[in-house]
């Protein structure tokens, strides 16, 4: 099957939107082996999207319009549509009524239902979020044409409950896809281990690198759905087996998820001690829901007068290594454990750039270290290649530190020789007697 | 004029890579005021891309191809717009010696050499970050095709360097613009409040919401960067005079720089005590290089026995009022500033949801505190219509609290009344005497 996308919106051809959304649903057709031969963009004018629309058709046998059905005047994809398919718009009552509840005692303009017409014959594609439902057009024997909505929050659910559903009945297939996600592993690295895993035309495995973690998806296609599961599973397990330990999850949303869960399991509580990376430690891990089970208290002790004051960091040691040190890592993860009462305290002290960089203690070094009641373990990142950026940096000593605490409740040694960082950032953990 | 994208990759129809750089163009050529009716997008394959060429130079005078110049044996569209310019492609001397420079002592395979060769009489775009240099190639009188490259690294610098230039001799136009920002009020209001300044042509004045902000881009069009300047001076201050002070600045990167350079313009230290933000304020505020120096201690006080312990907020105020209430975020700010040695203390605490609101505390609910010597002052978000997620309110509230410290630098009321919120949440200040 060939199809099309037709992105209709001038906000598009004015350069103020970028357009995801044919990214978005570029995705589901490759997932479905749907050959995509073209994406055209047309602003909002009935002339223009029309000839886009004919010129689609010729080609291809589905043609997917997103933008252009909301309640305004610009809004005339639905109108369009509907004329080149030779269907007039006729009232959806489903749609109507669900129109009705979503505004509830607001009033509701002439506009407003305008949005629950639709082609004679199309199937309508709820939607969950906003006012203006899709749906699939039949425009002749086998050739439909989908319209969905513009805001990547309505499209994207729309996507995974109409859409795949629709494509699954006319392609006879379903799709799964997991996640394997890891941290500790450049993509070339990971690519190298799992060459051979990836030829496979179904299933299939890739690799996607992302502010600095790296991720491989596997998608299965298949007549229903234990199939497709049943065809993944194996993939998904030796590309976990291939990976090794670097793997914190599969389908997880986040490091600091699977952290906060693993600490919440078992009733173990987390303070934090972040000079470097100023907070972002405690906001990734306050970024969950729920995380005050395992979270009471984080300090962003930027100064040393602070280090000392509220770590009980020693003054001394401090002017003997300096603040970027092991040993103040160290101390930062214990006072924090000790003085705020926790089971385990995280320390990240560092140069997160672009200044303040020394020869001895360059612009990207950070020492991250994890206290507990039996031990202080370490990390550091030391800068090899180009300098990554703050942000960069920052986020990657954040990551470390979770790294660490999600190690340690999985019973993982934390002391583990980690695979050279294809991002030009040599990490490596440093053994406890520095 | 008018113009034509054409953008070239399978990795785009695939899913895997979003266009942003259409958009990139889409901006330039609107800022010329070119007209852009049509975006295509291709895979790696020769006869579509050849289709695509013919279709849009029969419709548009500028055609504009991003991607699949690179050495690989993918990469053909420079030979495909060769072919349809009649213009075989020749050793560009220049584009030559710059691969060599860049190579270095590096071999090069025969391959790279490709990516000197140009279409006959093309005027060459050097890349000054990777390889492969862009060109325009004249196709007719007053027609052109333009090549460019395909990693946003590369395109956005070629655009400045090369394709602006090209545009303003055609155009005989040099383009300049510059951002307005705000806090404080919604795009509706702003709009109406800029209605009639919106109407202009040259020089024009758009709105753009995003997380929770709103900004104004003024652009003026003229022959020379003086004029230019000239001609939007005019409009962004009329705009910044009709917006009045919830505008924080004119091409300034955030609100939390303007107010890390503020705090360091008086030498003024600031404290954070933060429940609901868990850290994101105190990472706004040290995601500024410099930021040591007006900011050395953040509090993530997240349970009550923390604000207790570590900021002095009473026991039994917490039990009469509860965590979540105007005292409870006054006494965090007021024991941040006093315990820890700041100048200003910062008290945030609010229920970032989605769950643990009661009908008298809603999700969505934050109070915000200013501590300063001479007094306490407040806000409030209160929700009023849709919850817009964990995340949302998590960075309004810290923008809150950074504009509180903004305003008393500026010498602003902090009682002012601010404009409603178009994003369905009112942002009230609260008086000093609750």
Not at 251 to 267: F, T, Y
Not at 368 to 374: N, V
Not at 413 to 431: F, G
Request: hydrophobic share 45%.
């Amino acid at each position: 099957m060939k199809a099309e996308i037709i992105s209709v919106g001038t906000e598009l051809l004015l350069g103020h939107t970028v357009n995801t959304d044919a990214a978005h649903v570029a995705r589901e057709l490759a997932a479905f082996g749907i050959d995509l031969e073209h994406v055209q963009t047309v602003g909002d004018n009935a002339a223009r999207l029309e000839a886009a629309l004919r010129e689609a058709l010729a080609r291809s046998s589905l043609v997917i319009c997103t933008g252009g059905l909301g309640p305004t005047e610009d809004d005339l994809t639905k109108e369009t549509v509907a004329r080149v398919a030779g269907r007039p718009l006729m009232e959806d009552a489903e749609s109507l009524a669900r129109l009705r509840e979503y505004f509830g005692t607001r009033p509701m303009g002439e506009n407003q239902f305008k949005q629950a017409l639709l082609p004679r014959g199309a199937e309508a594609f709820p939607n969950s979020v906003g006012t203006a439902p899709g749906c699939a057009v039949p425009v002749a024997e086998d050739k439909f044409v989908l319209l969905l909505p513009g805001p990547p929050s309505e499209l994207l659910p729309m996507l995974e409950q109409s859409v795949r559903p629709f494509l699954g009945r006319r392609t006879g297939a379903v799709i799964v896809s997991a996640m394997i996600r890891t941290f500790g592993i450049g993509e070339g690295a990971a690519a190298e281990r799992i060459r051979d895993l990836m030829q496979g035309g179904n299933p299939t495995a890739a690799t996607y690198a992302t502010e600095g973690e790296m991720f491989v998806r596997v998608t299965a296609k298949a007549a229903d759905e234990a199939a497709a599961q049943a065809l993944a599973a194996p993939l998904v397990r030796a590309v976990c087996e291939r990976l090794g330990d670097v793997v914190y999850g599969v389908d997880v949303p986040s490091l600091e998820a699977v952290v906060v869960r693993g600490l919440a399991a078992v009733g173990l509580h987390l303070v934090t001690a972040e000079s470097c990376t100023g907070g972002l430690l405690a906001k990734r891990i306050t970024d969950q829901p729920g995380s005050s089970a395992v979270f009471e208290t984080g300090l962003v002790t930027y100064a040393n007068a602070s280090k000392v004051r509220l770590l009980g960091v020693p003054e001394d040691m401090l002017a003997a290594h300096g603040a970027v040190s092991p040993q103040t890592a160290a101390f930062m993860a214990e006072g924090a454990r000790l003085r705020q009462g926790g089971d385990l305290g995280l320390g990240i002290t560092g140069i997160a750039g672009p200044d303040g960089g020394t020869p001895e203690k360059p612009v990207g070094l950070v020492y991250i270290a994890l206290s507990a009641p039996d031990g202080v373990w370490l990390r550091v990142m030391r800068p090899q290649g180009r300098y990554l950026g703050r942000s960069w940096t920052r986020r990657r000593a954040a990551s470390h530190a979770l790294d660490l605490v999600r190690r340690r409740l999985a019973g993982l040694p934390l002391e583990a020789a980690y695979a050279k960082d294809a991002a030009s950032v040599d990490d490596e953990p440093i053994p406890p007697a520095f």
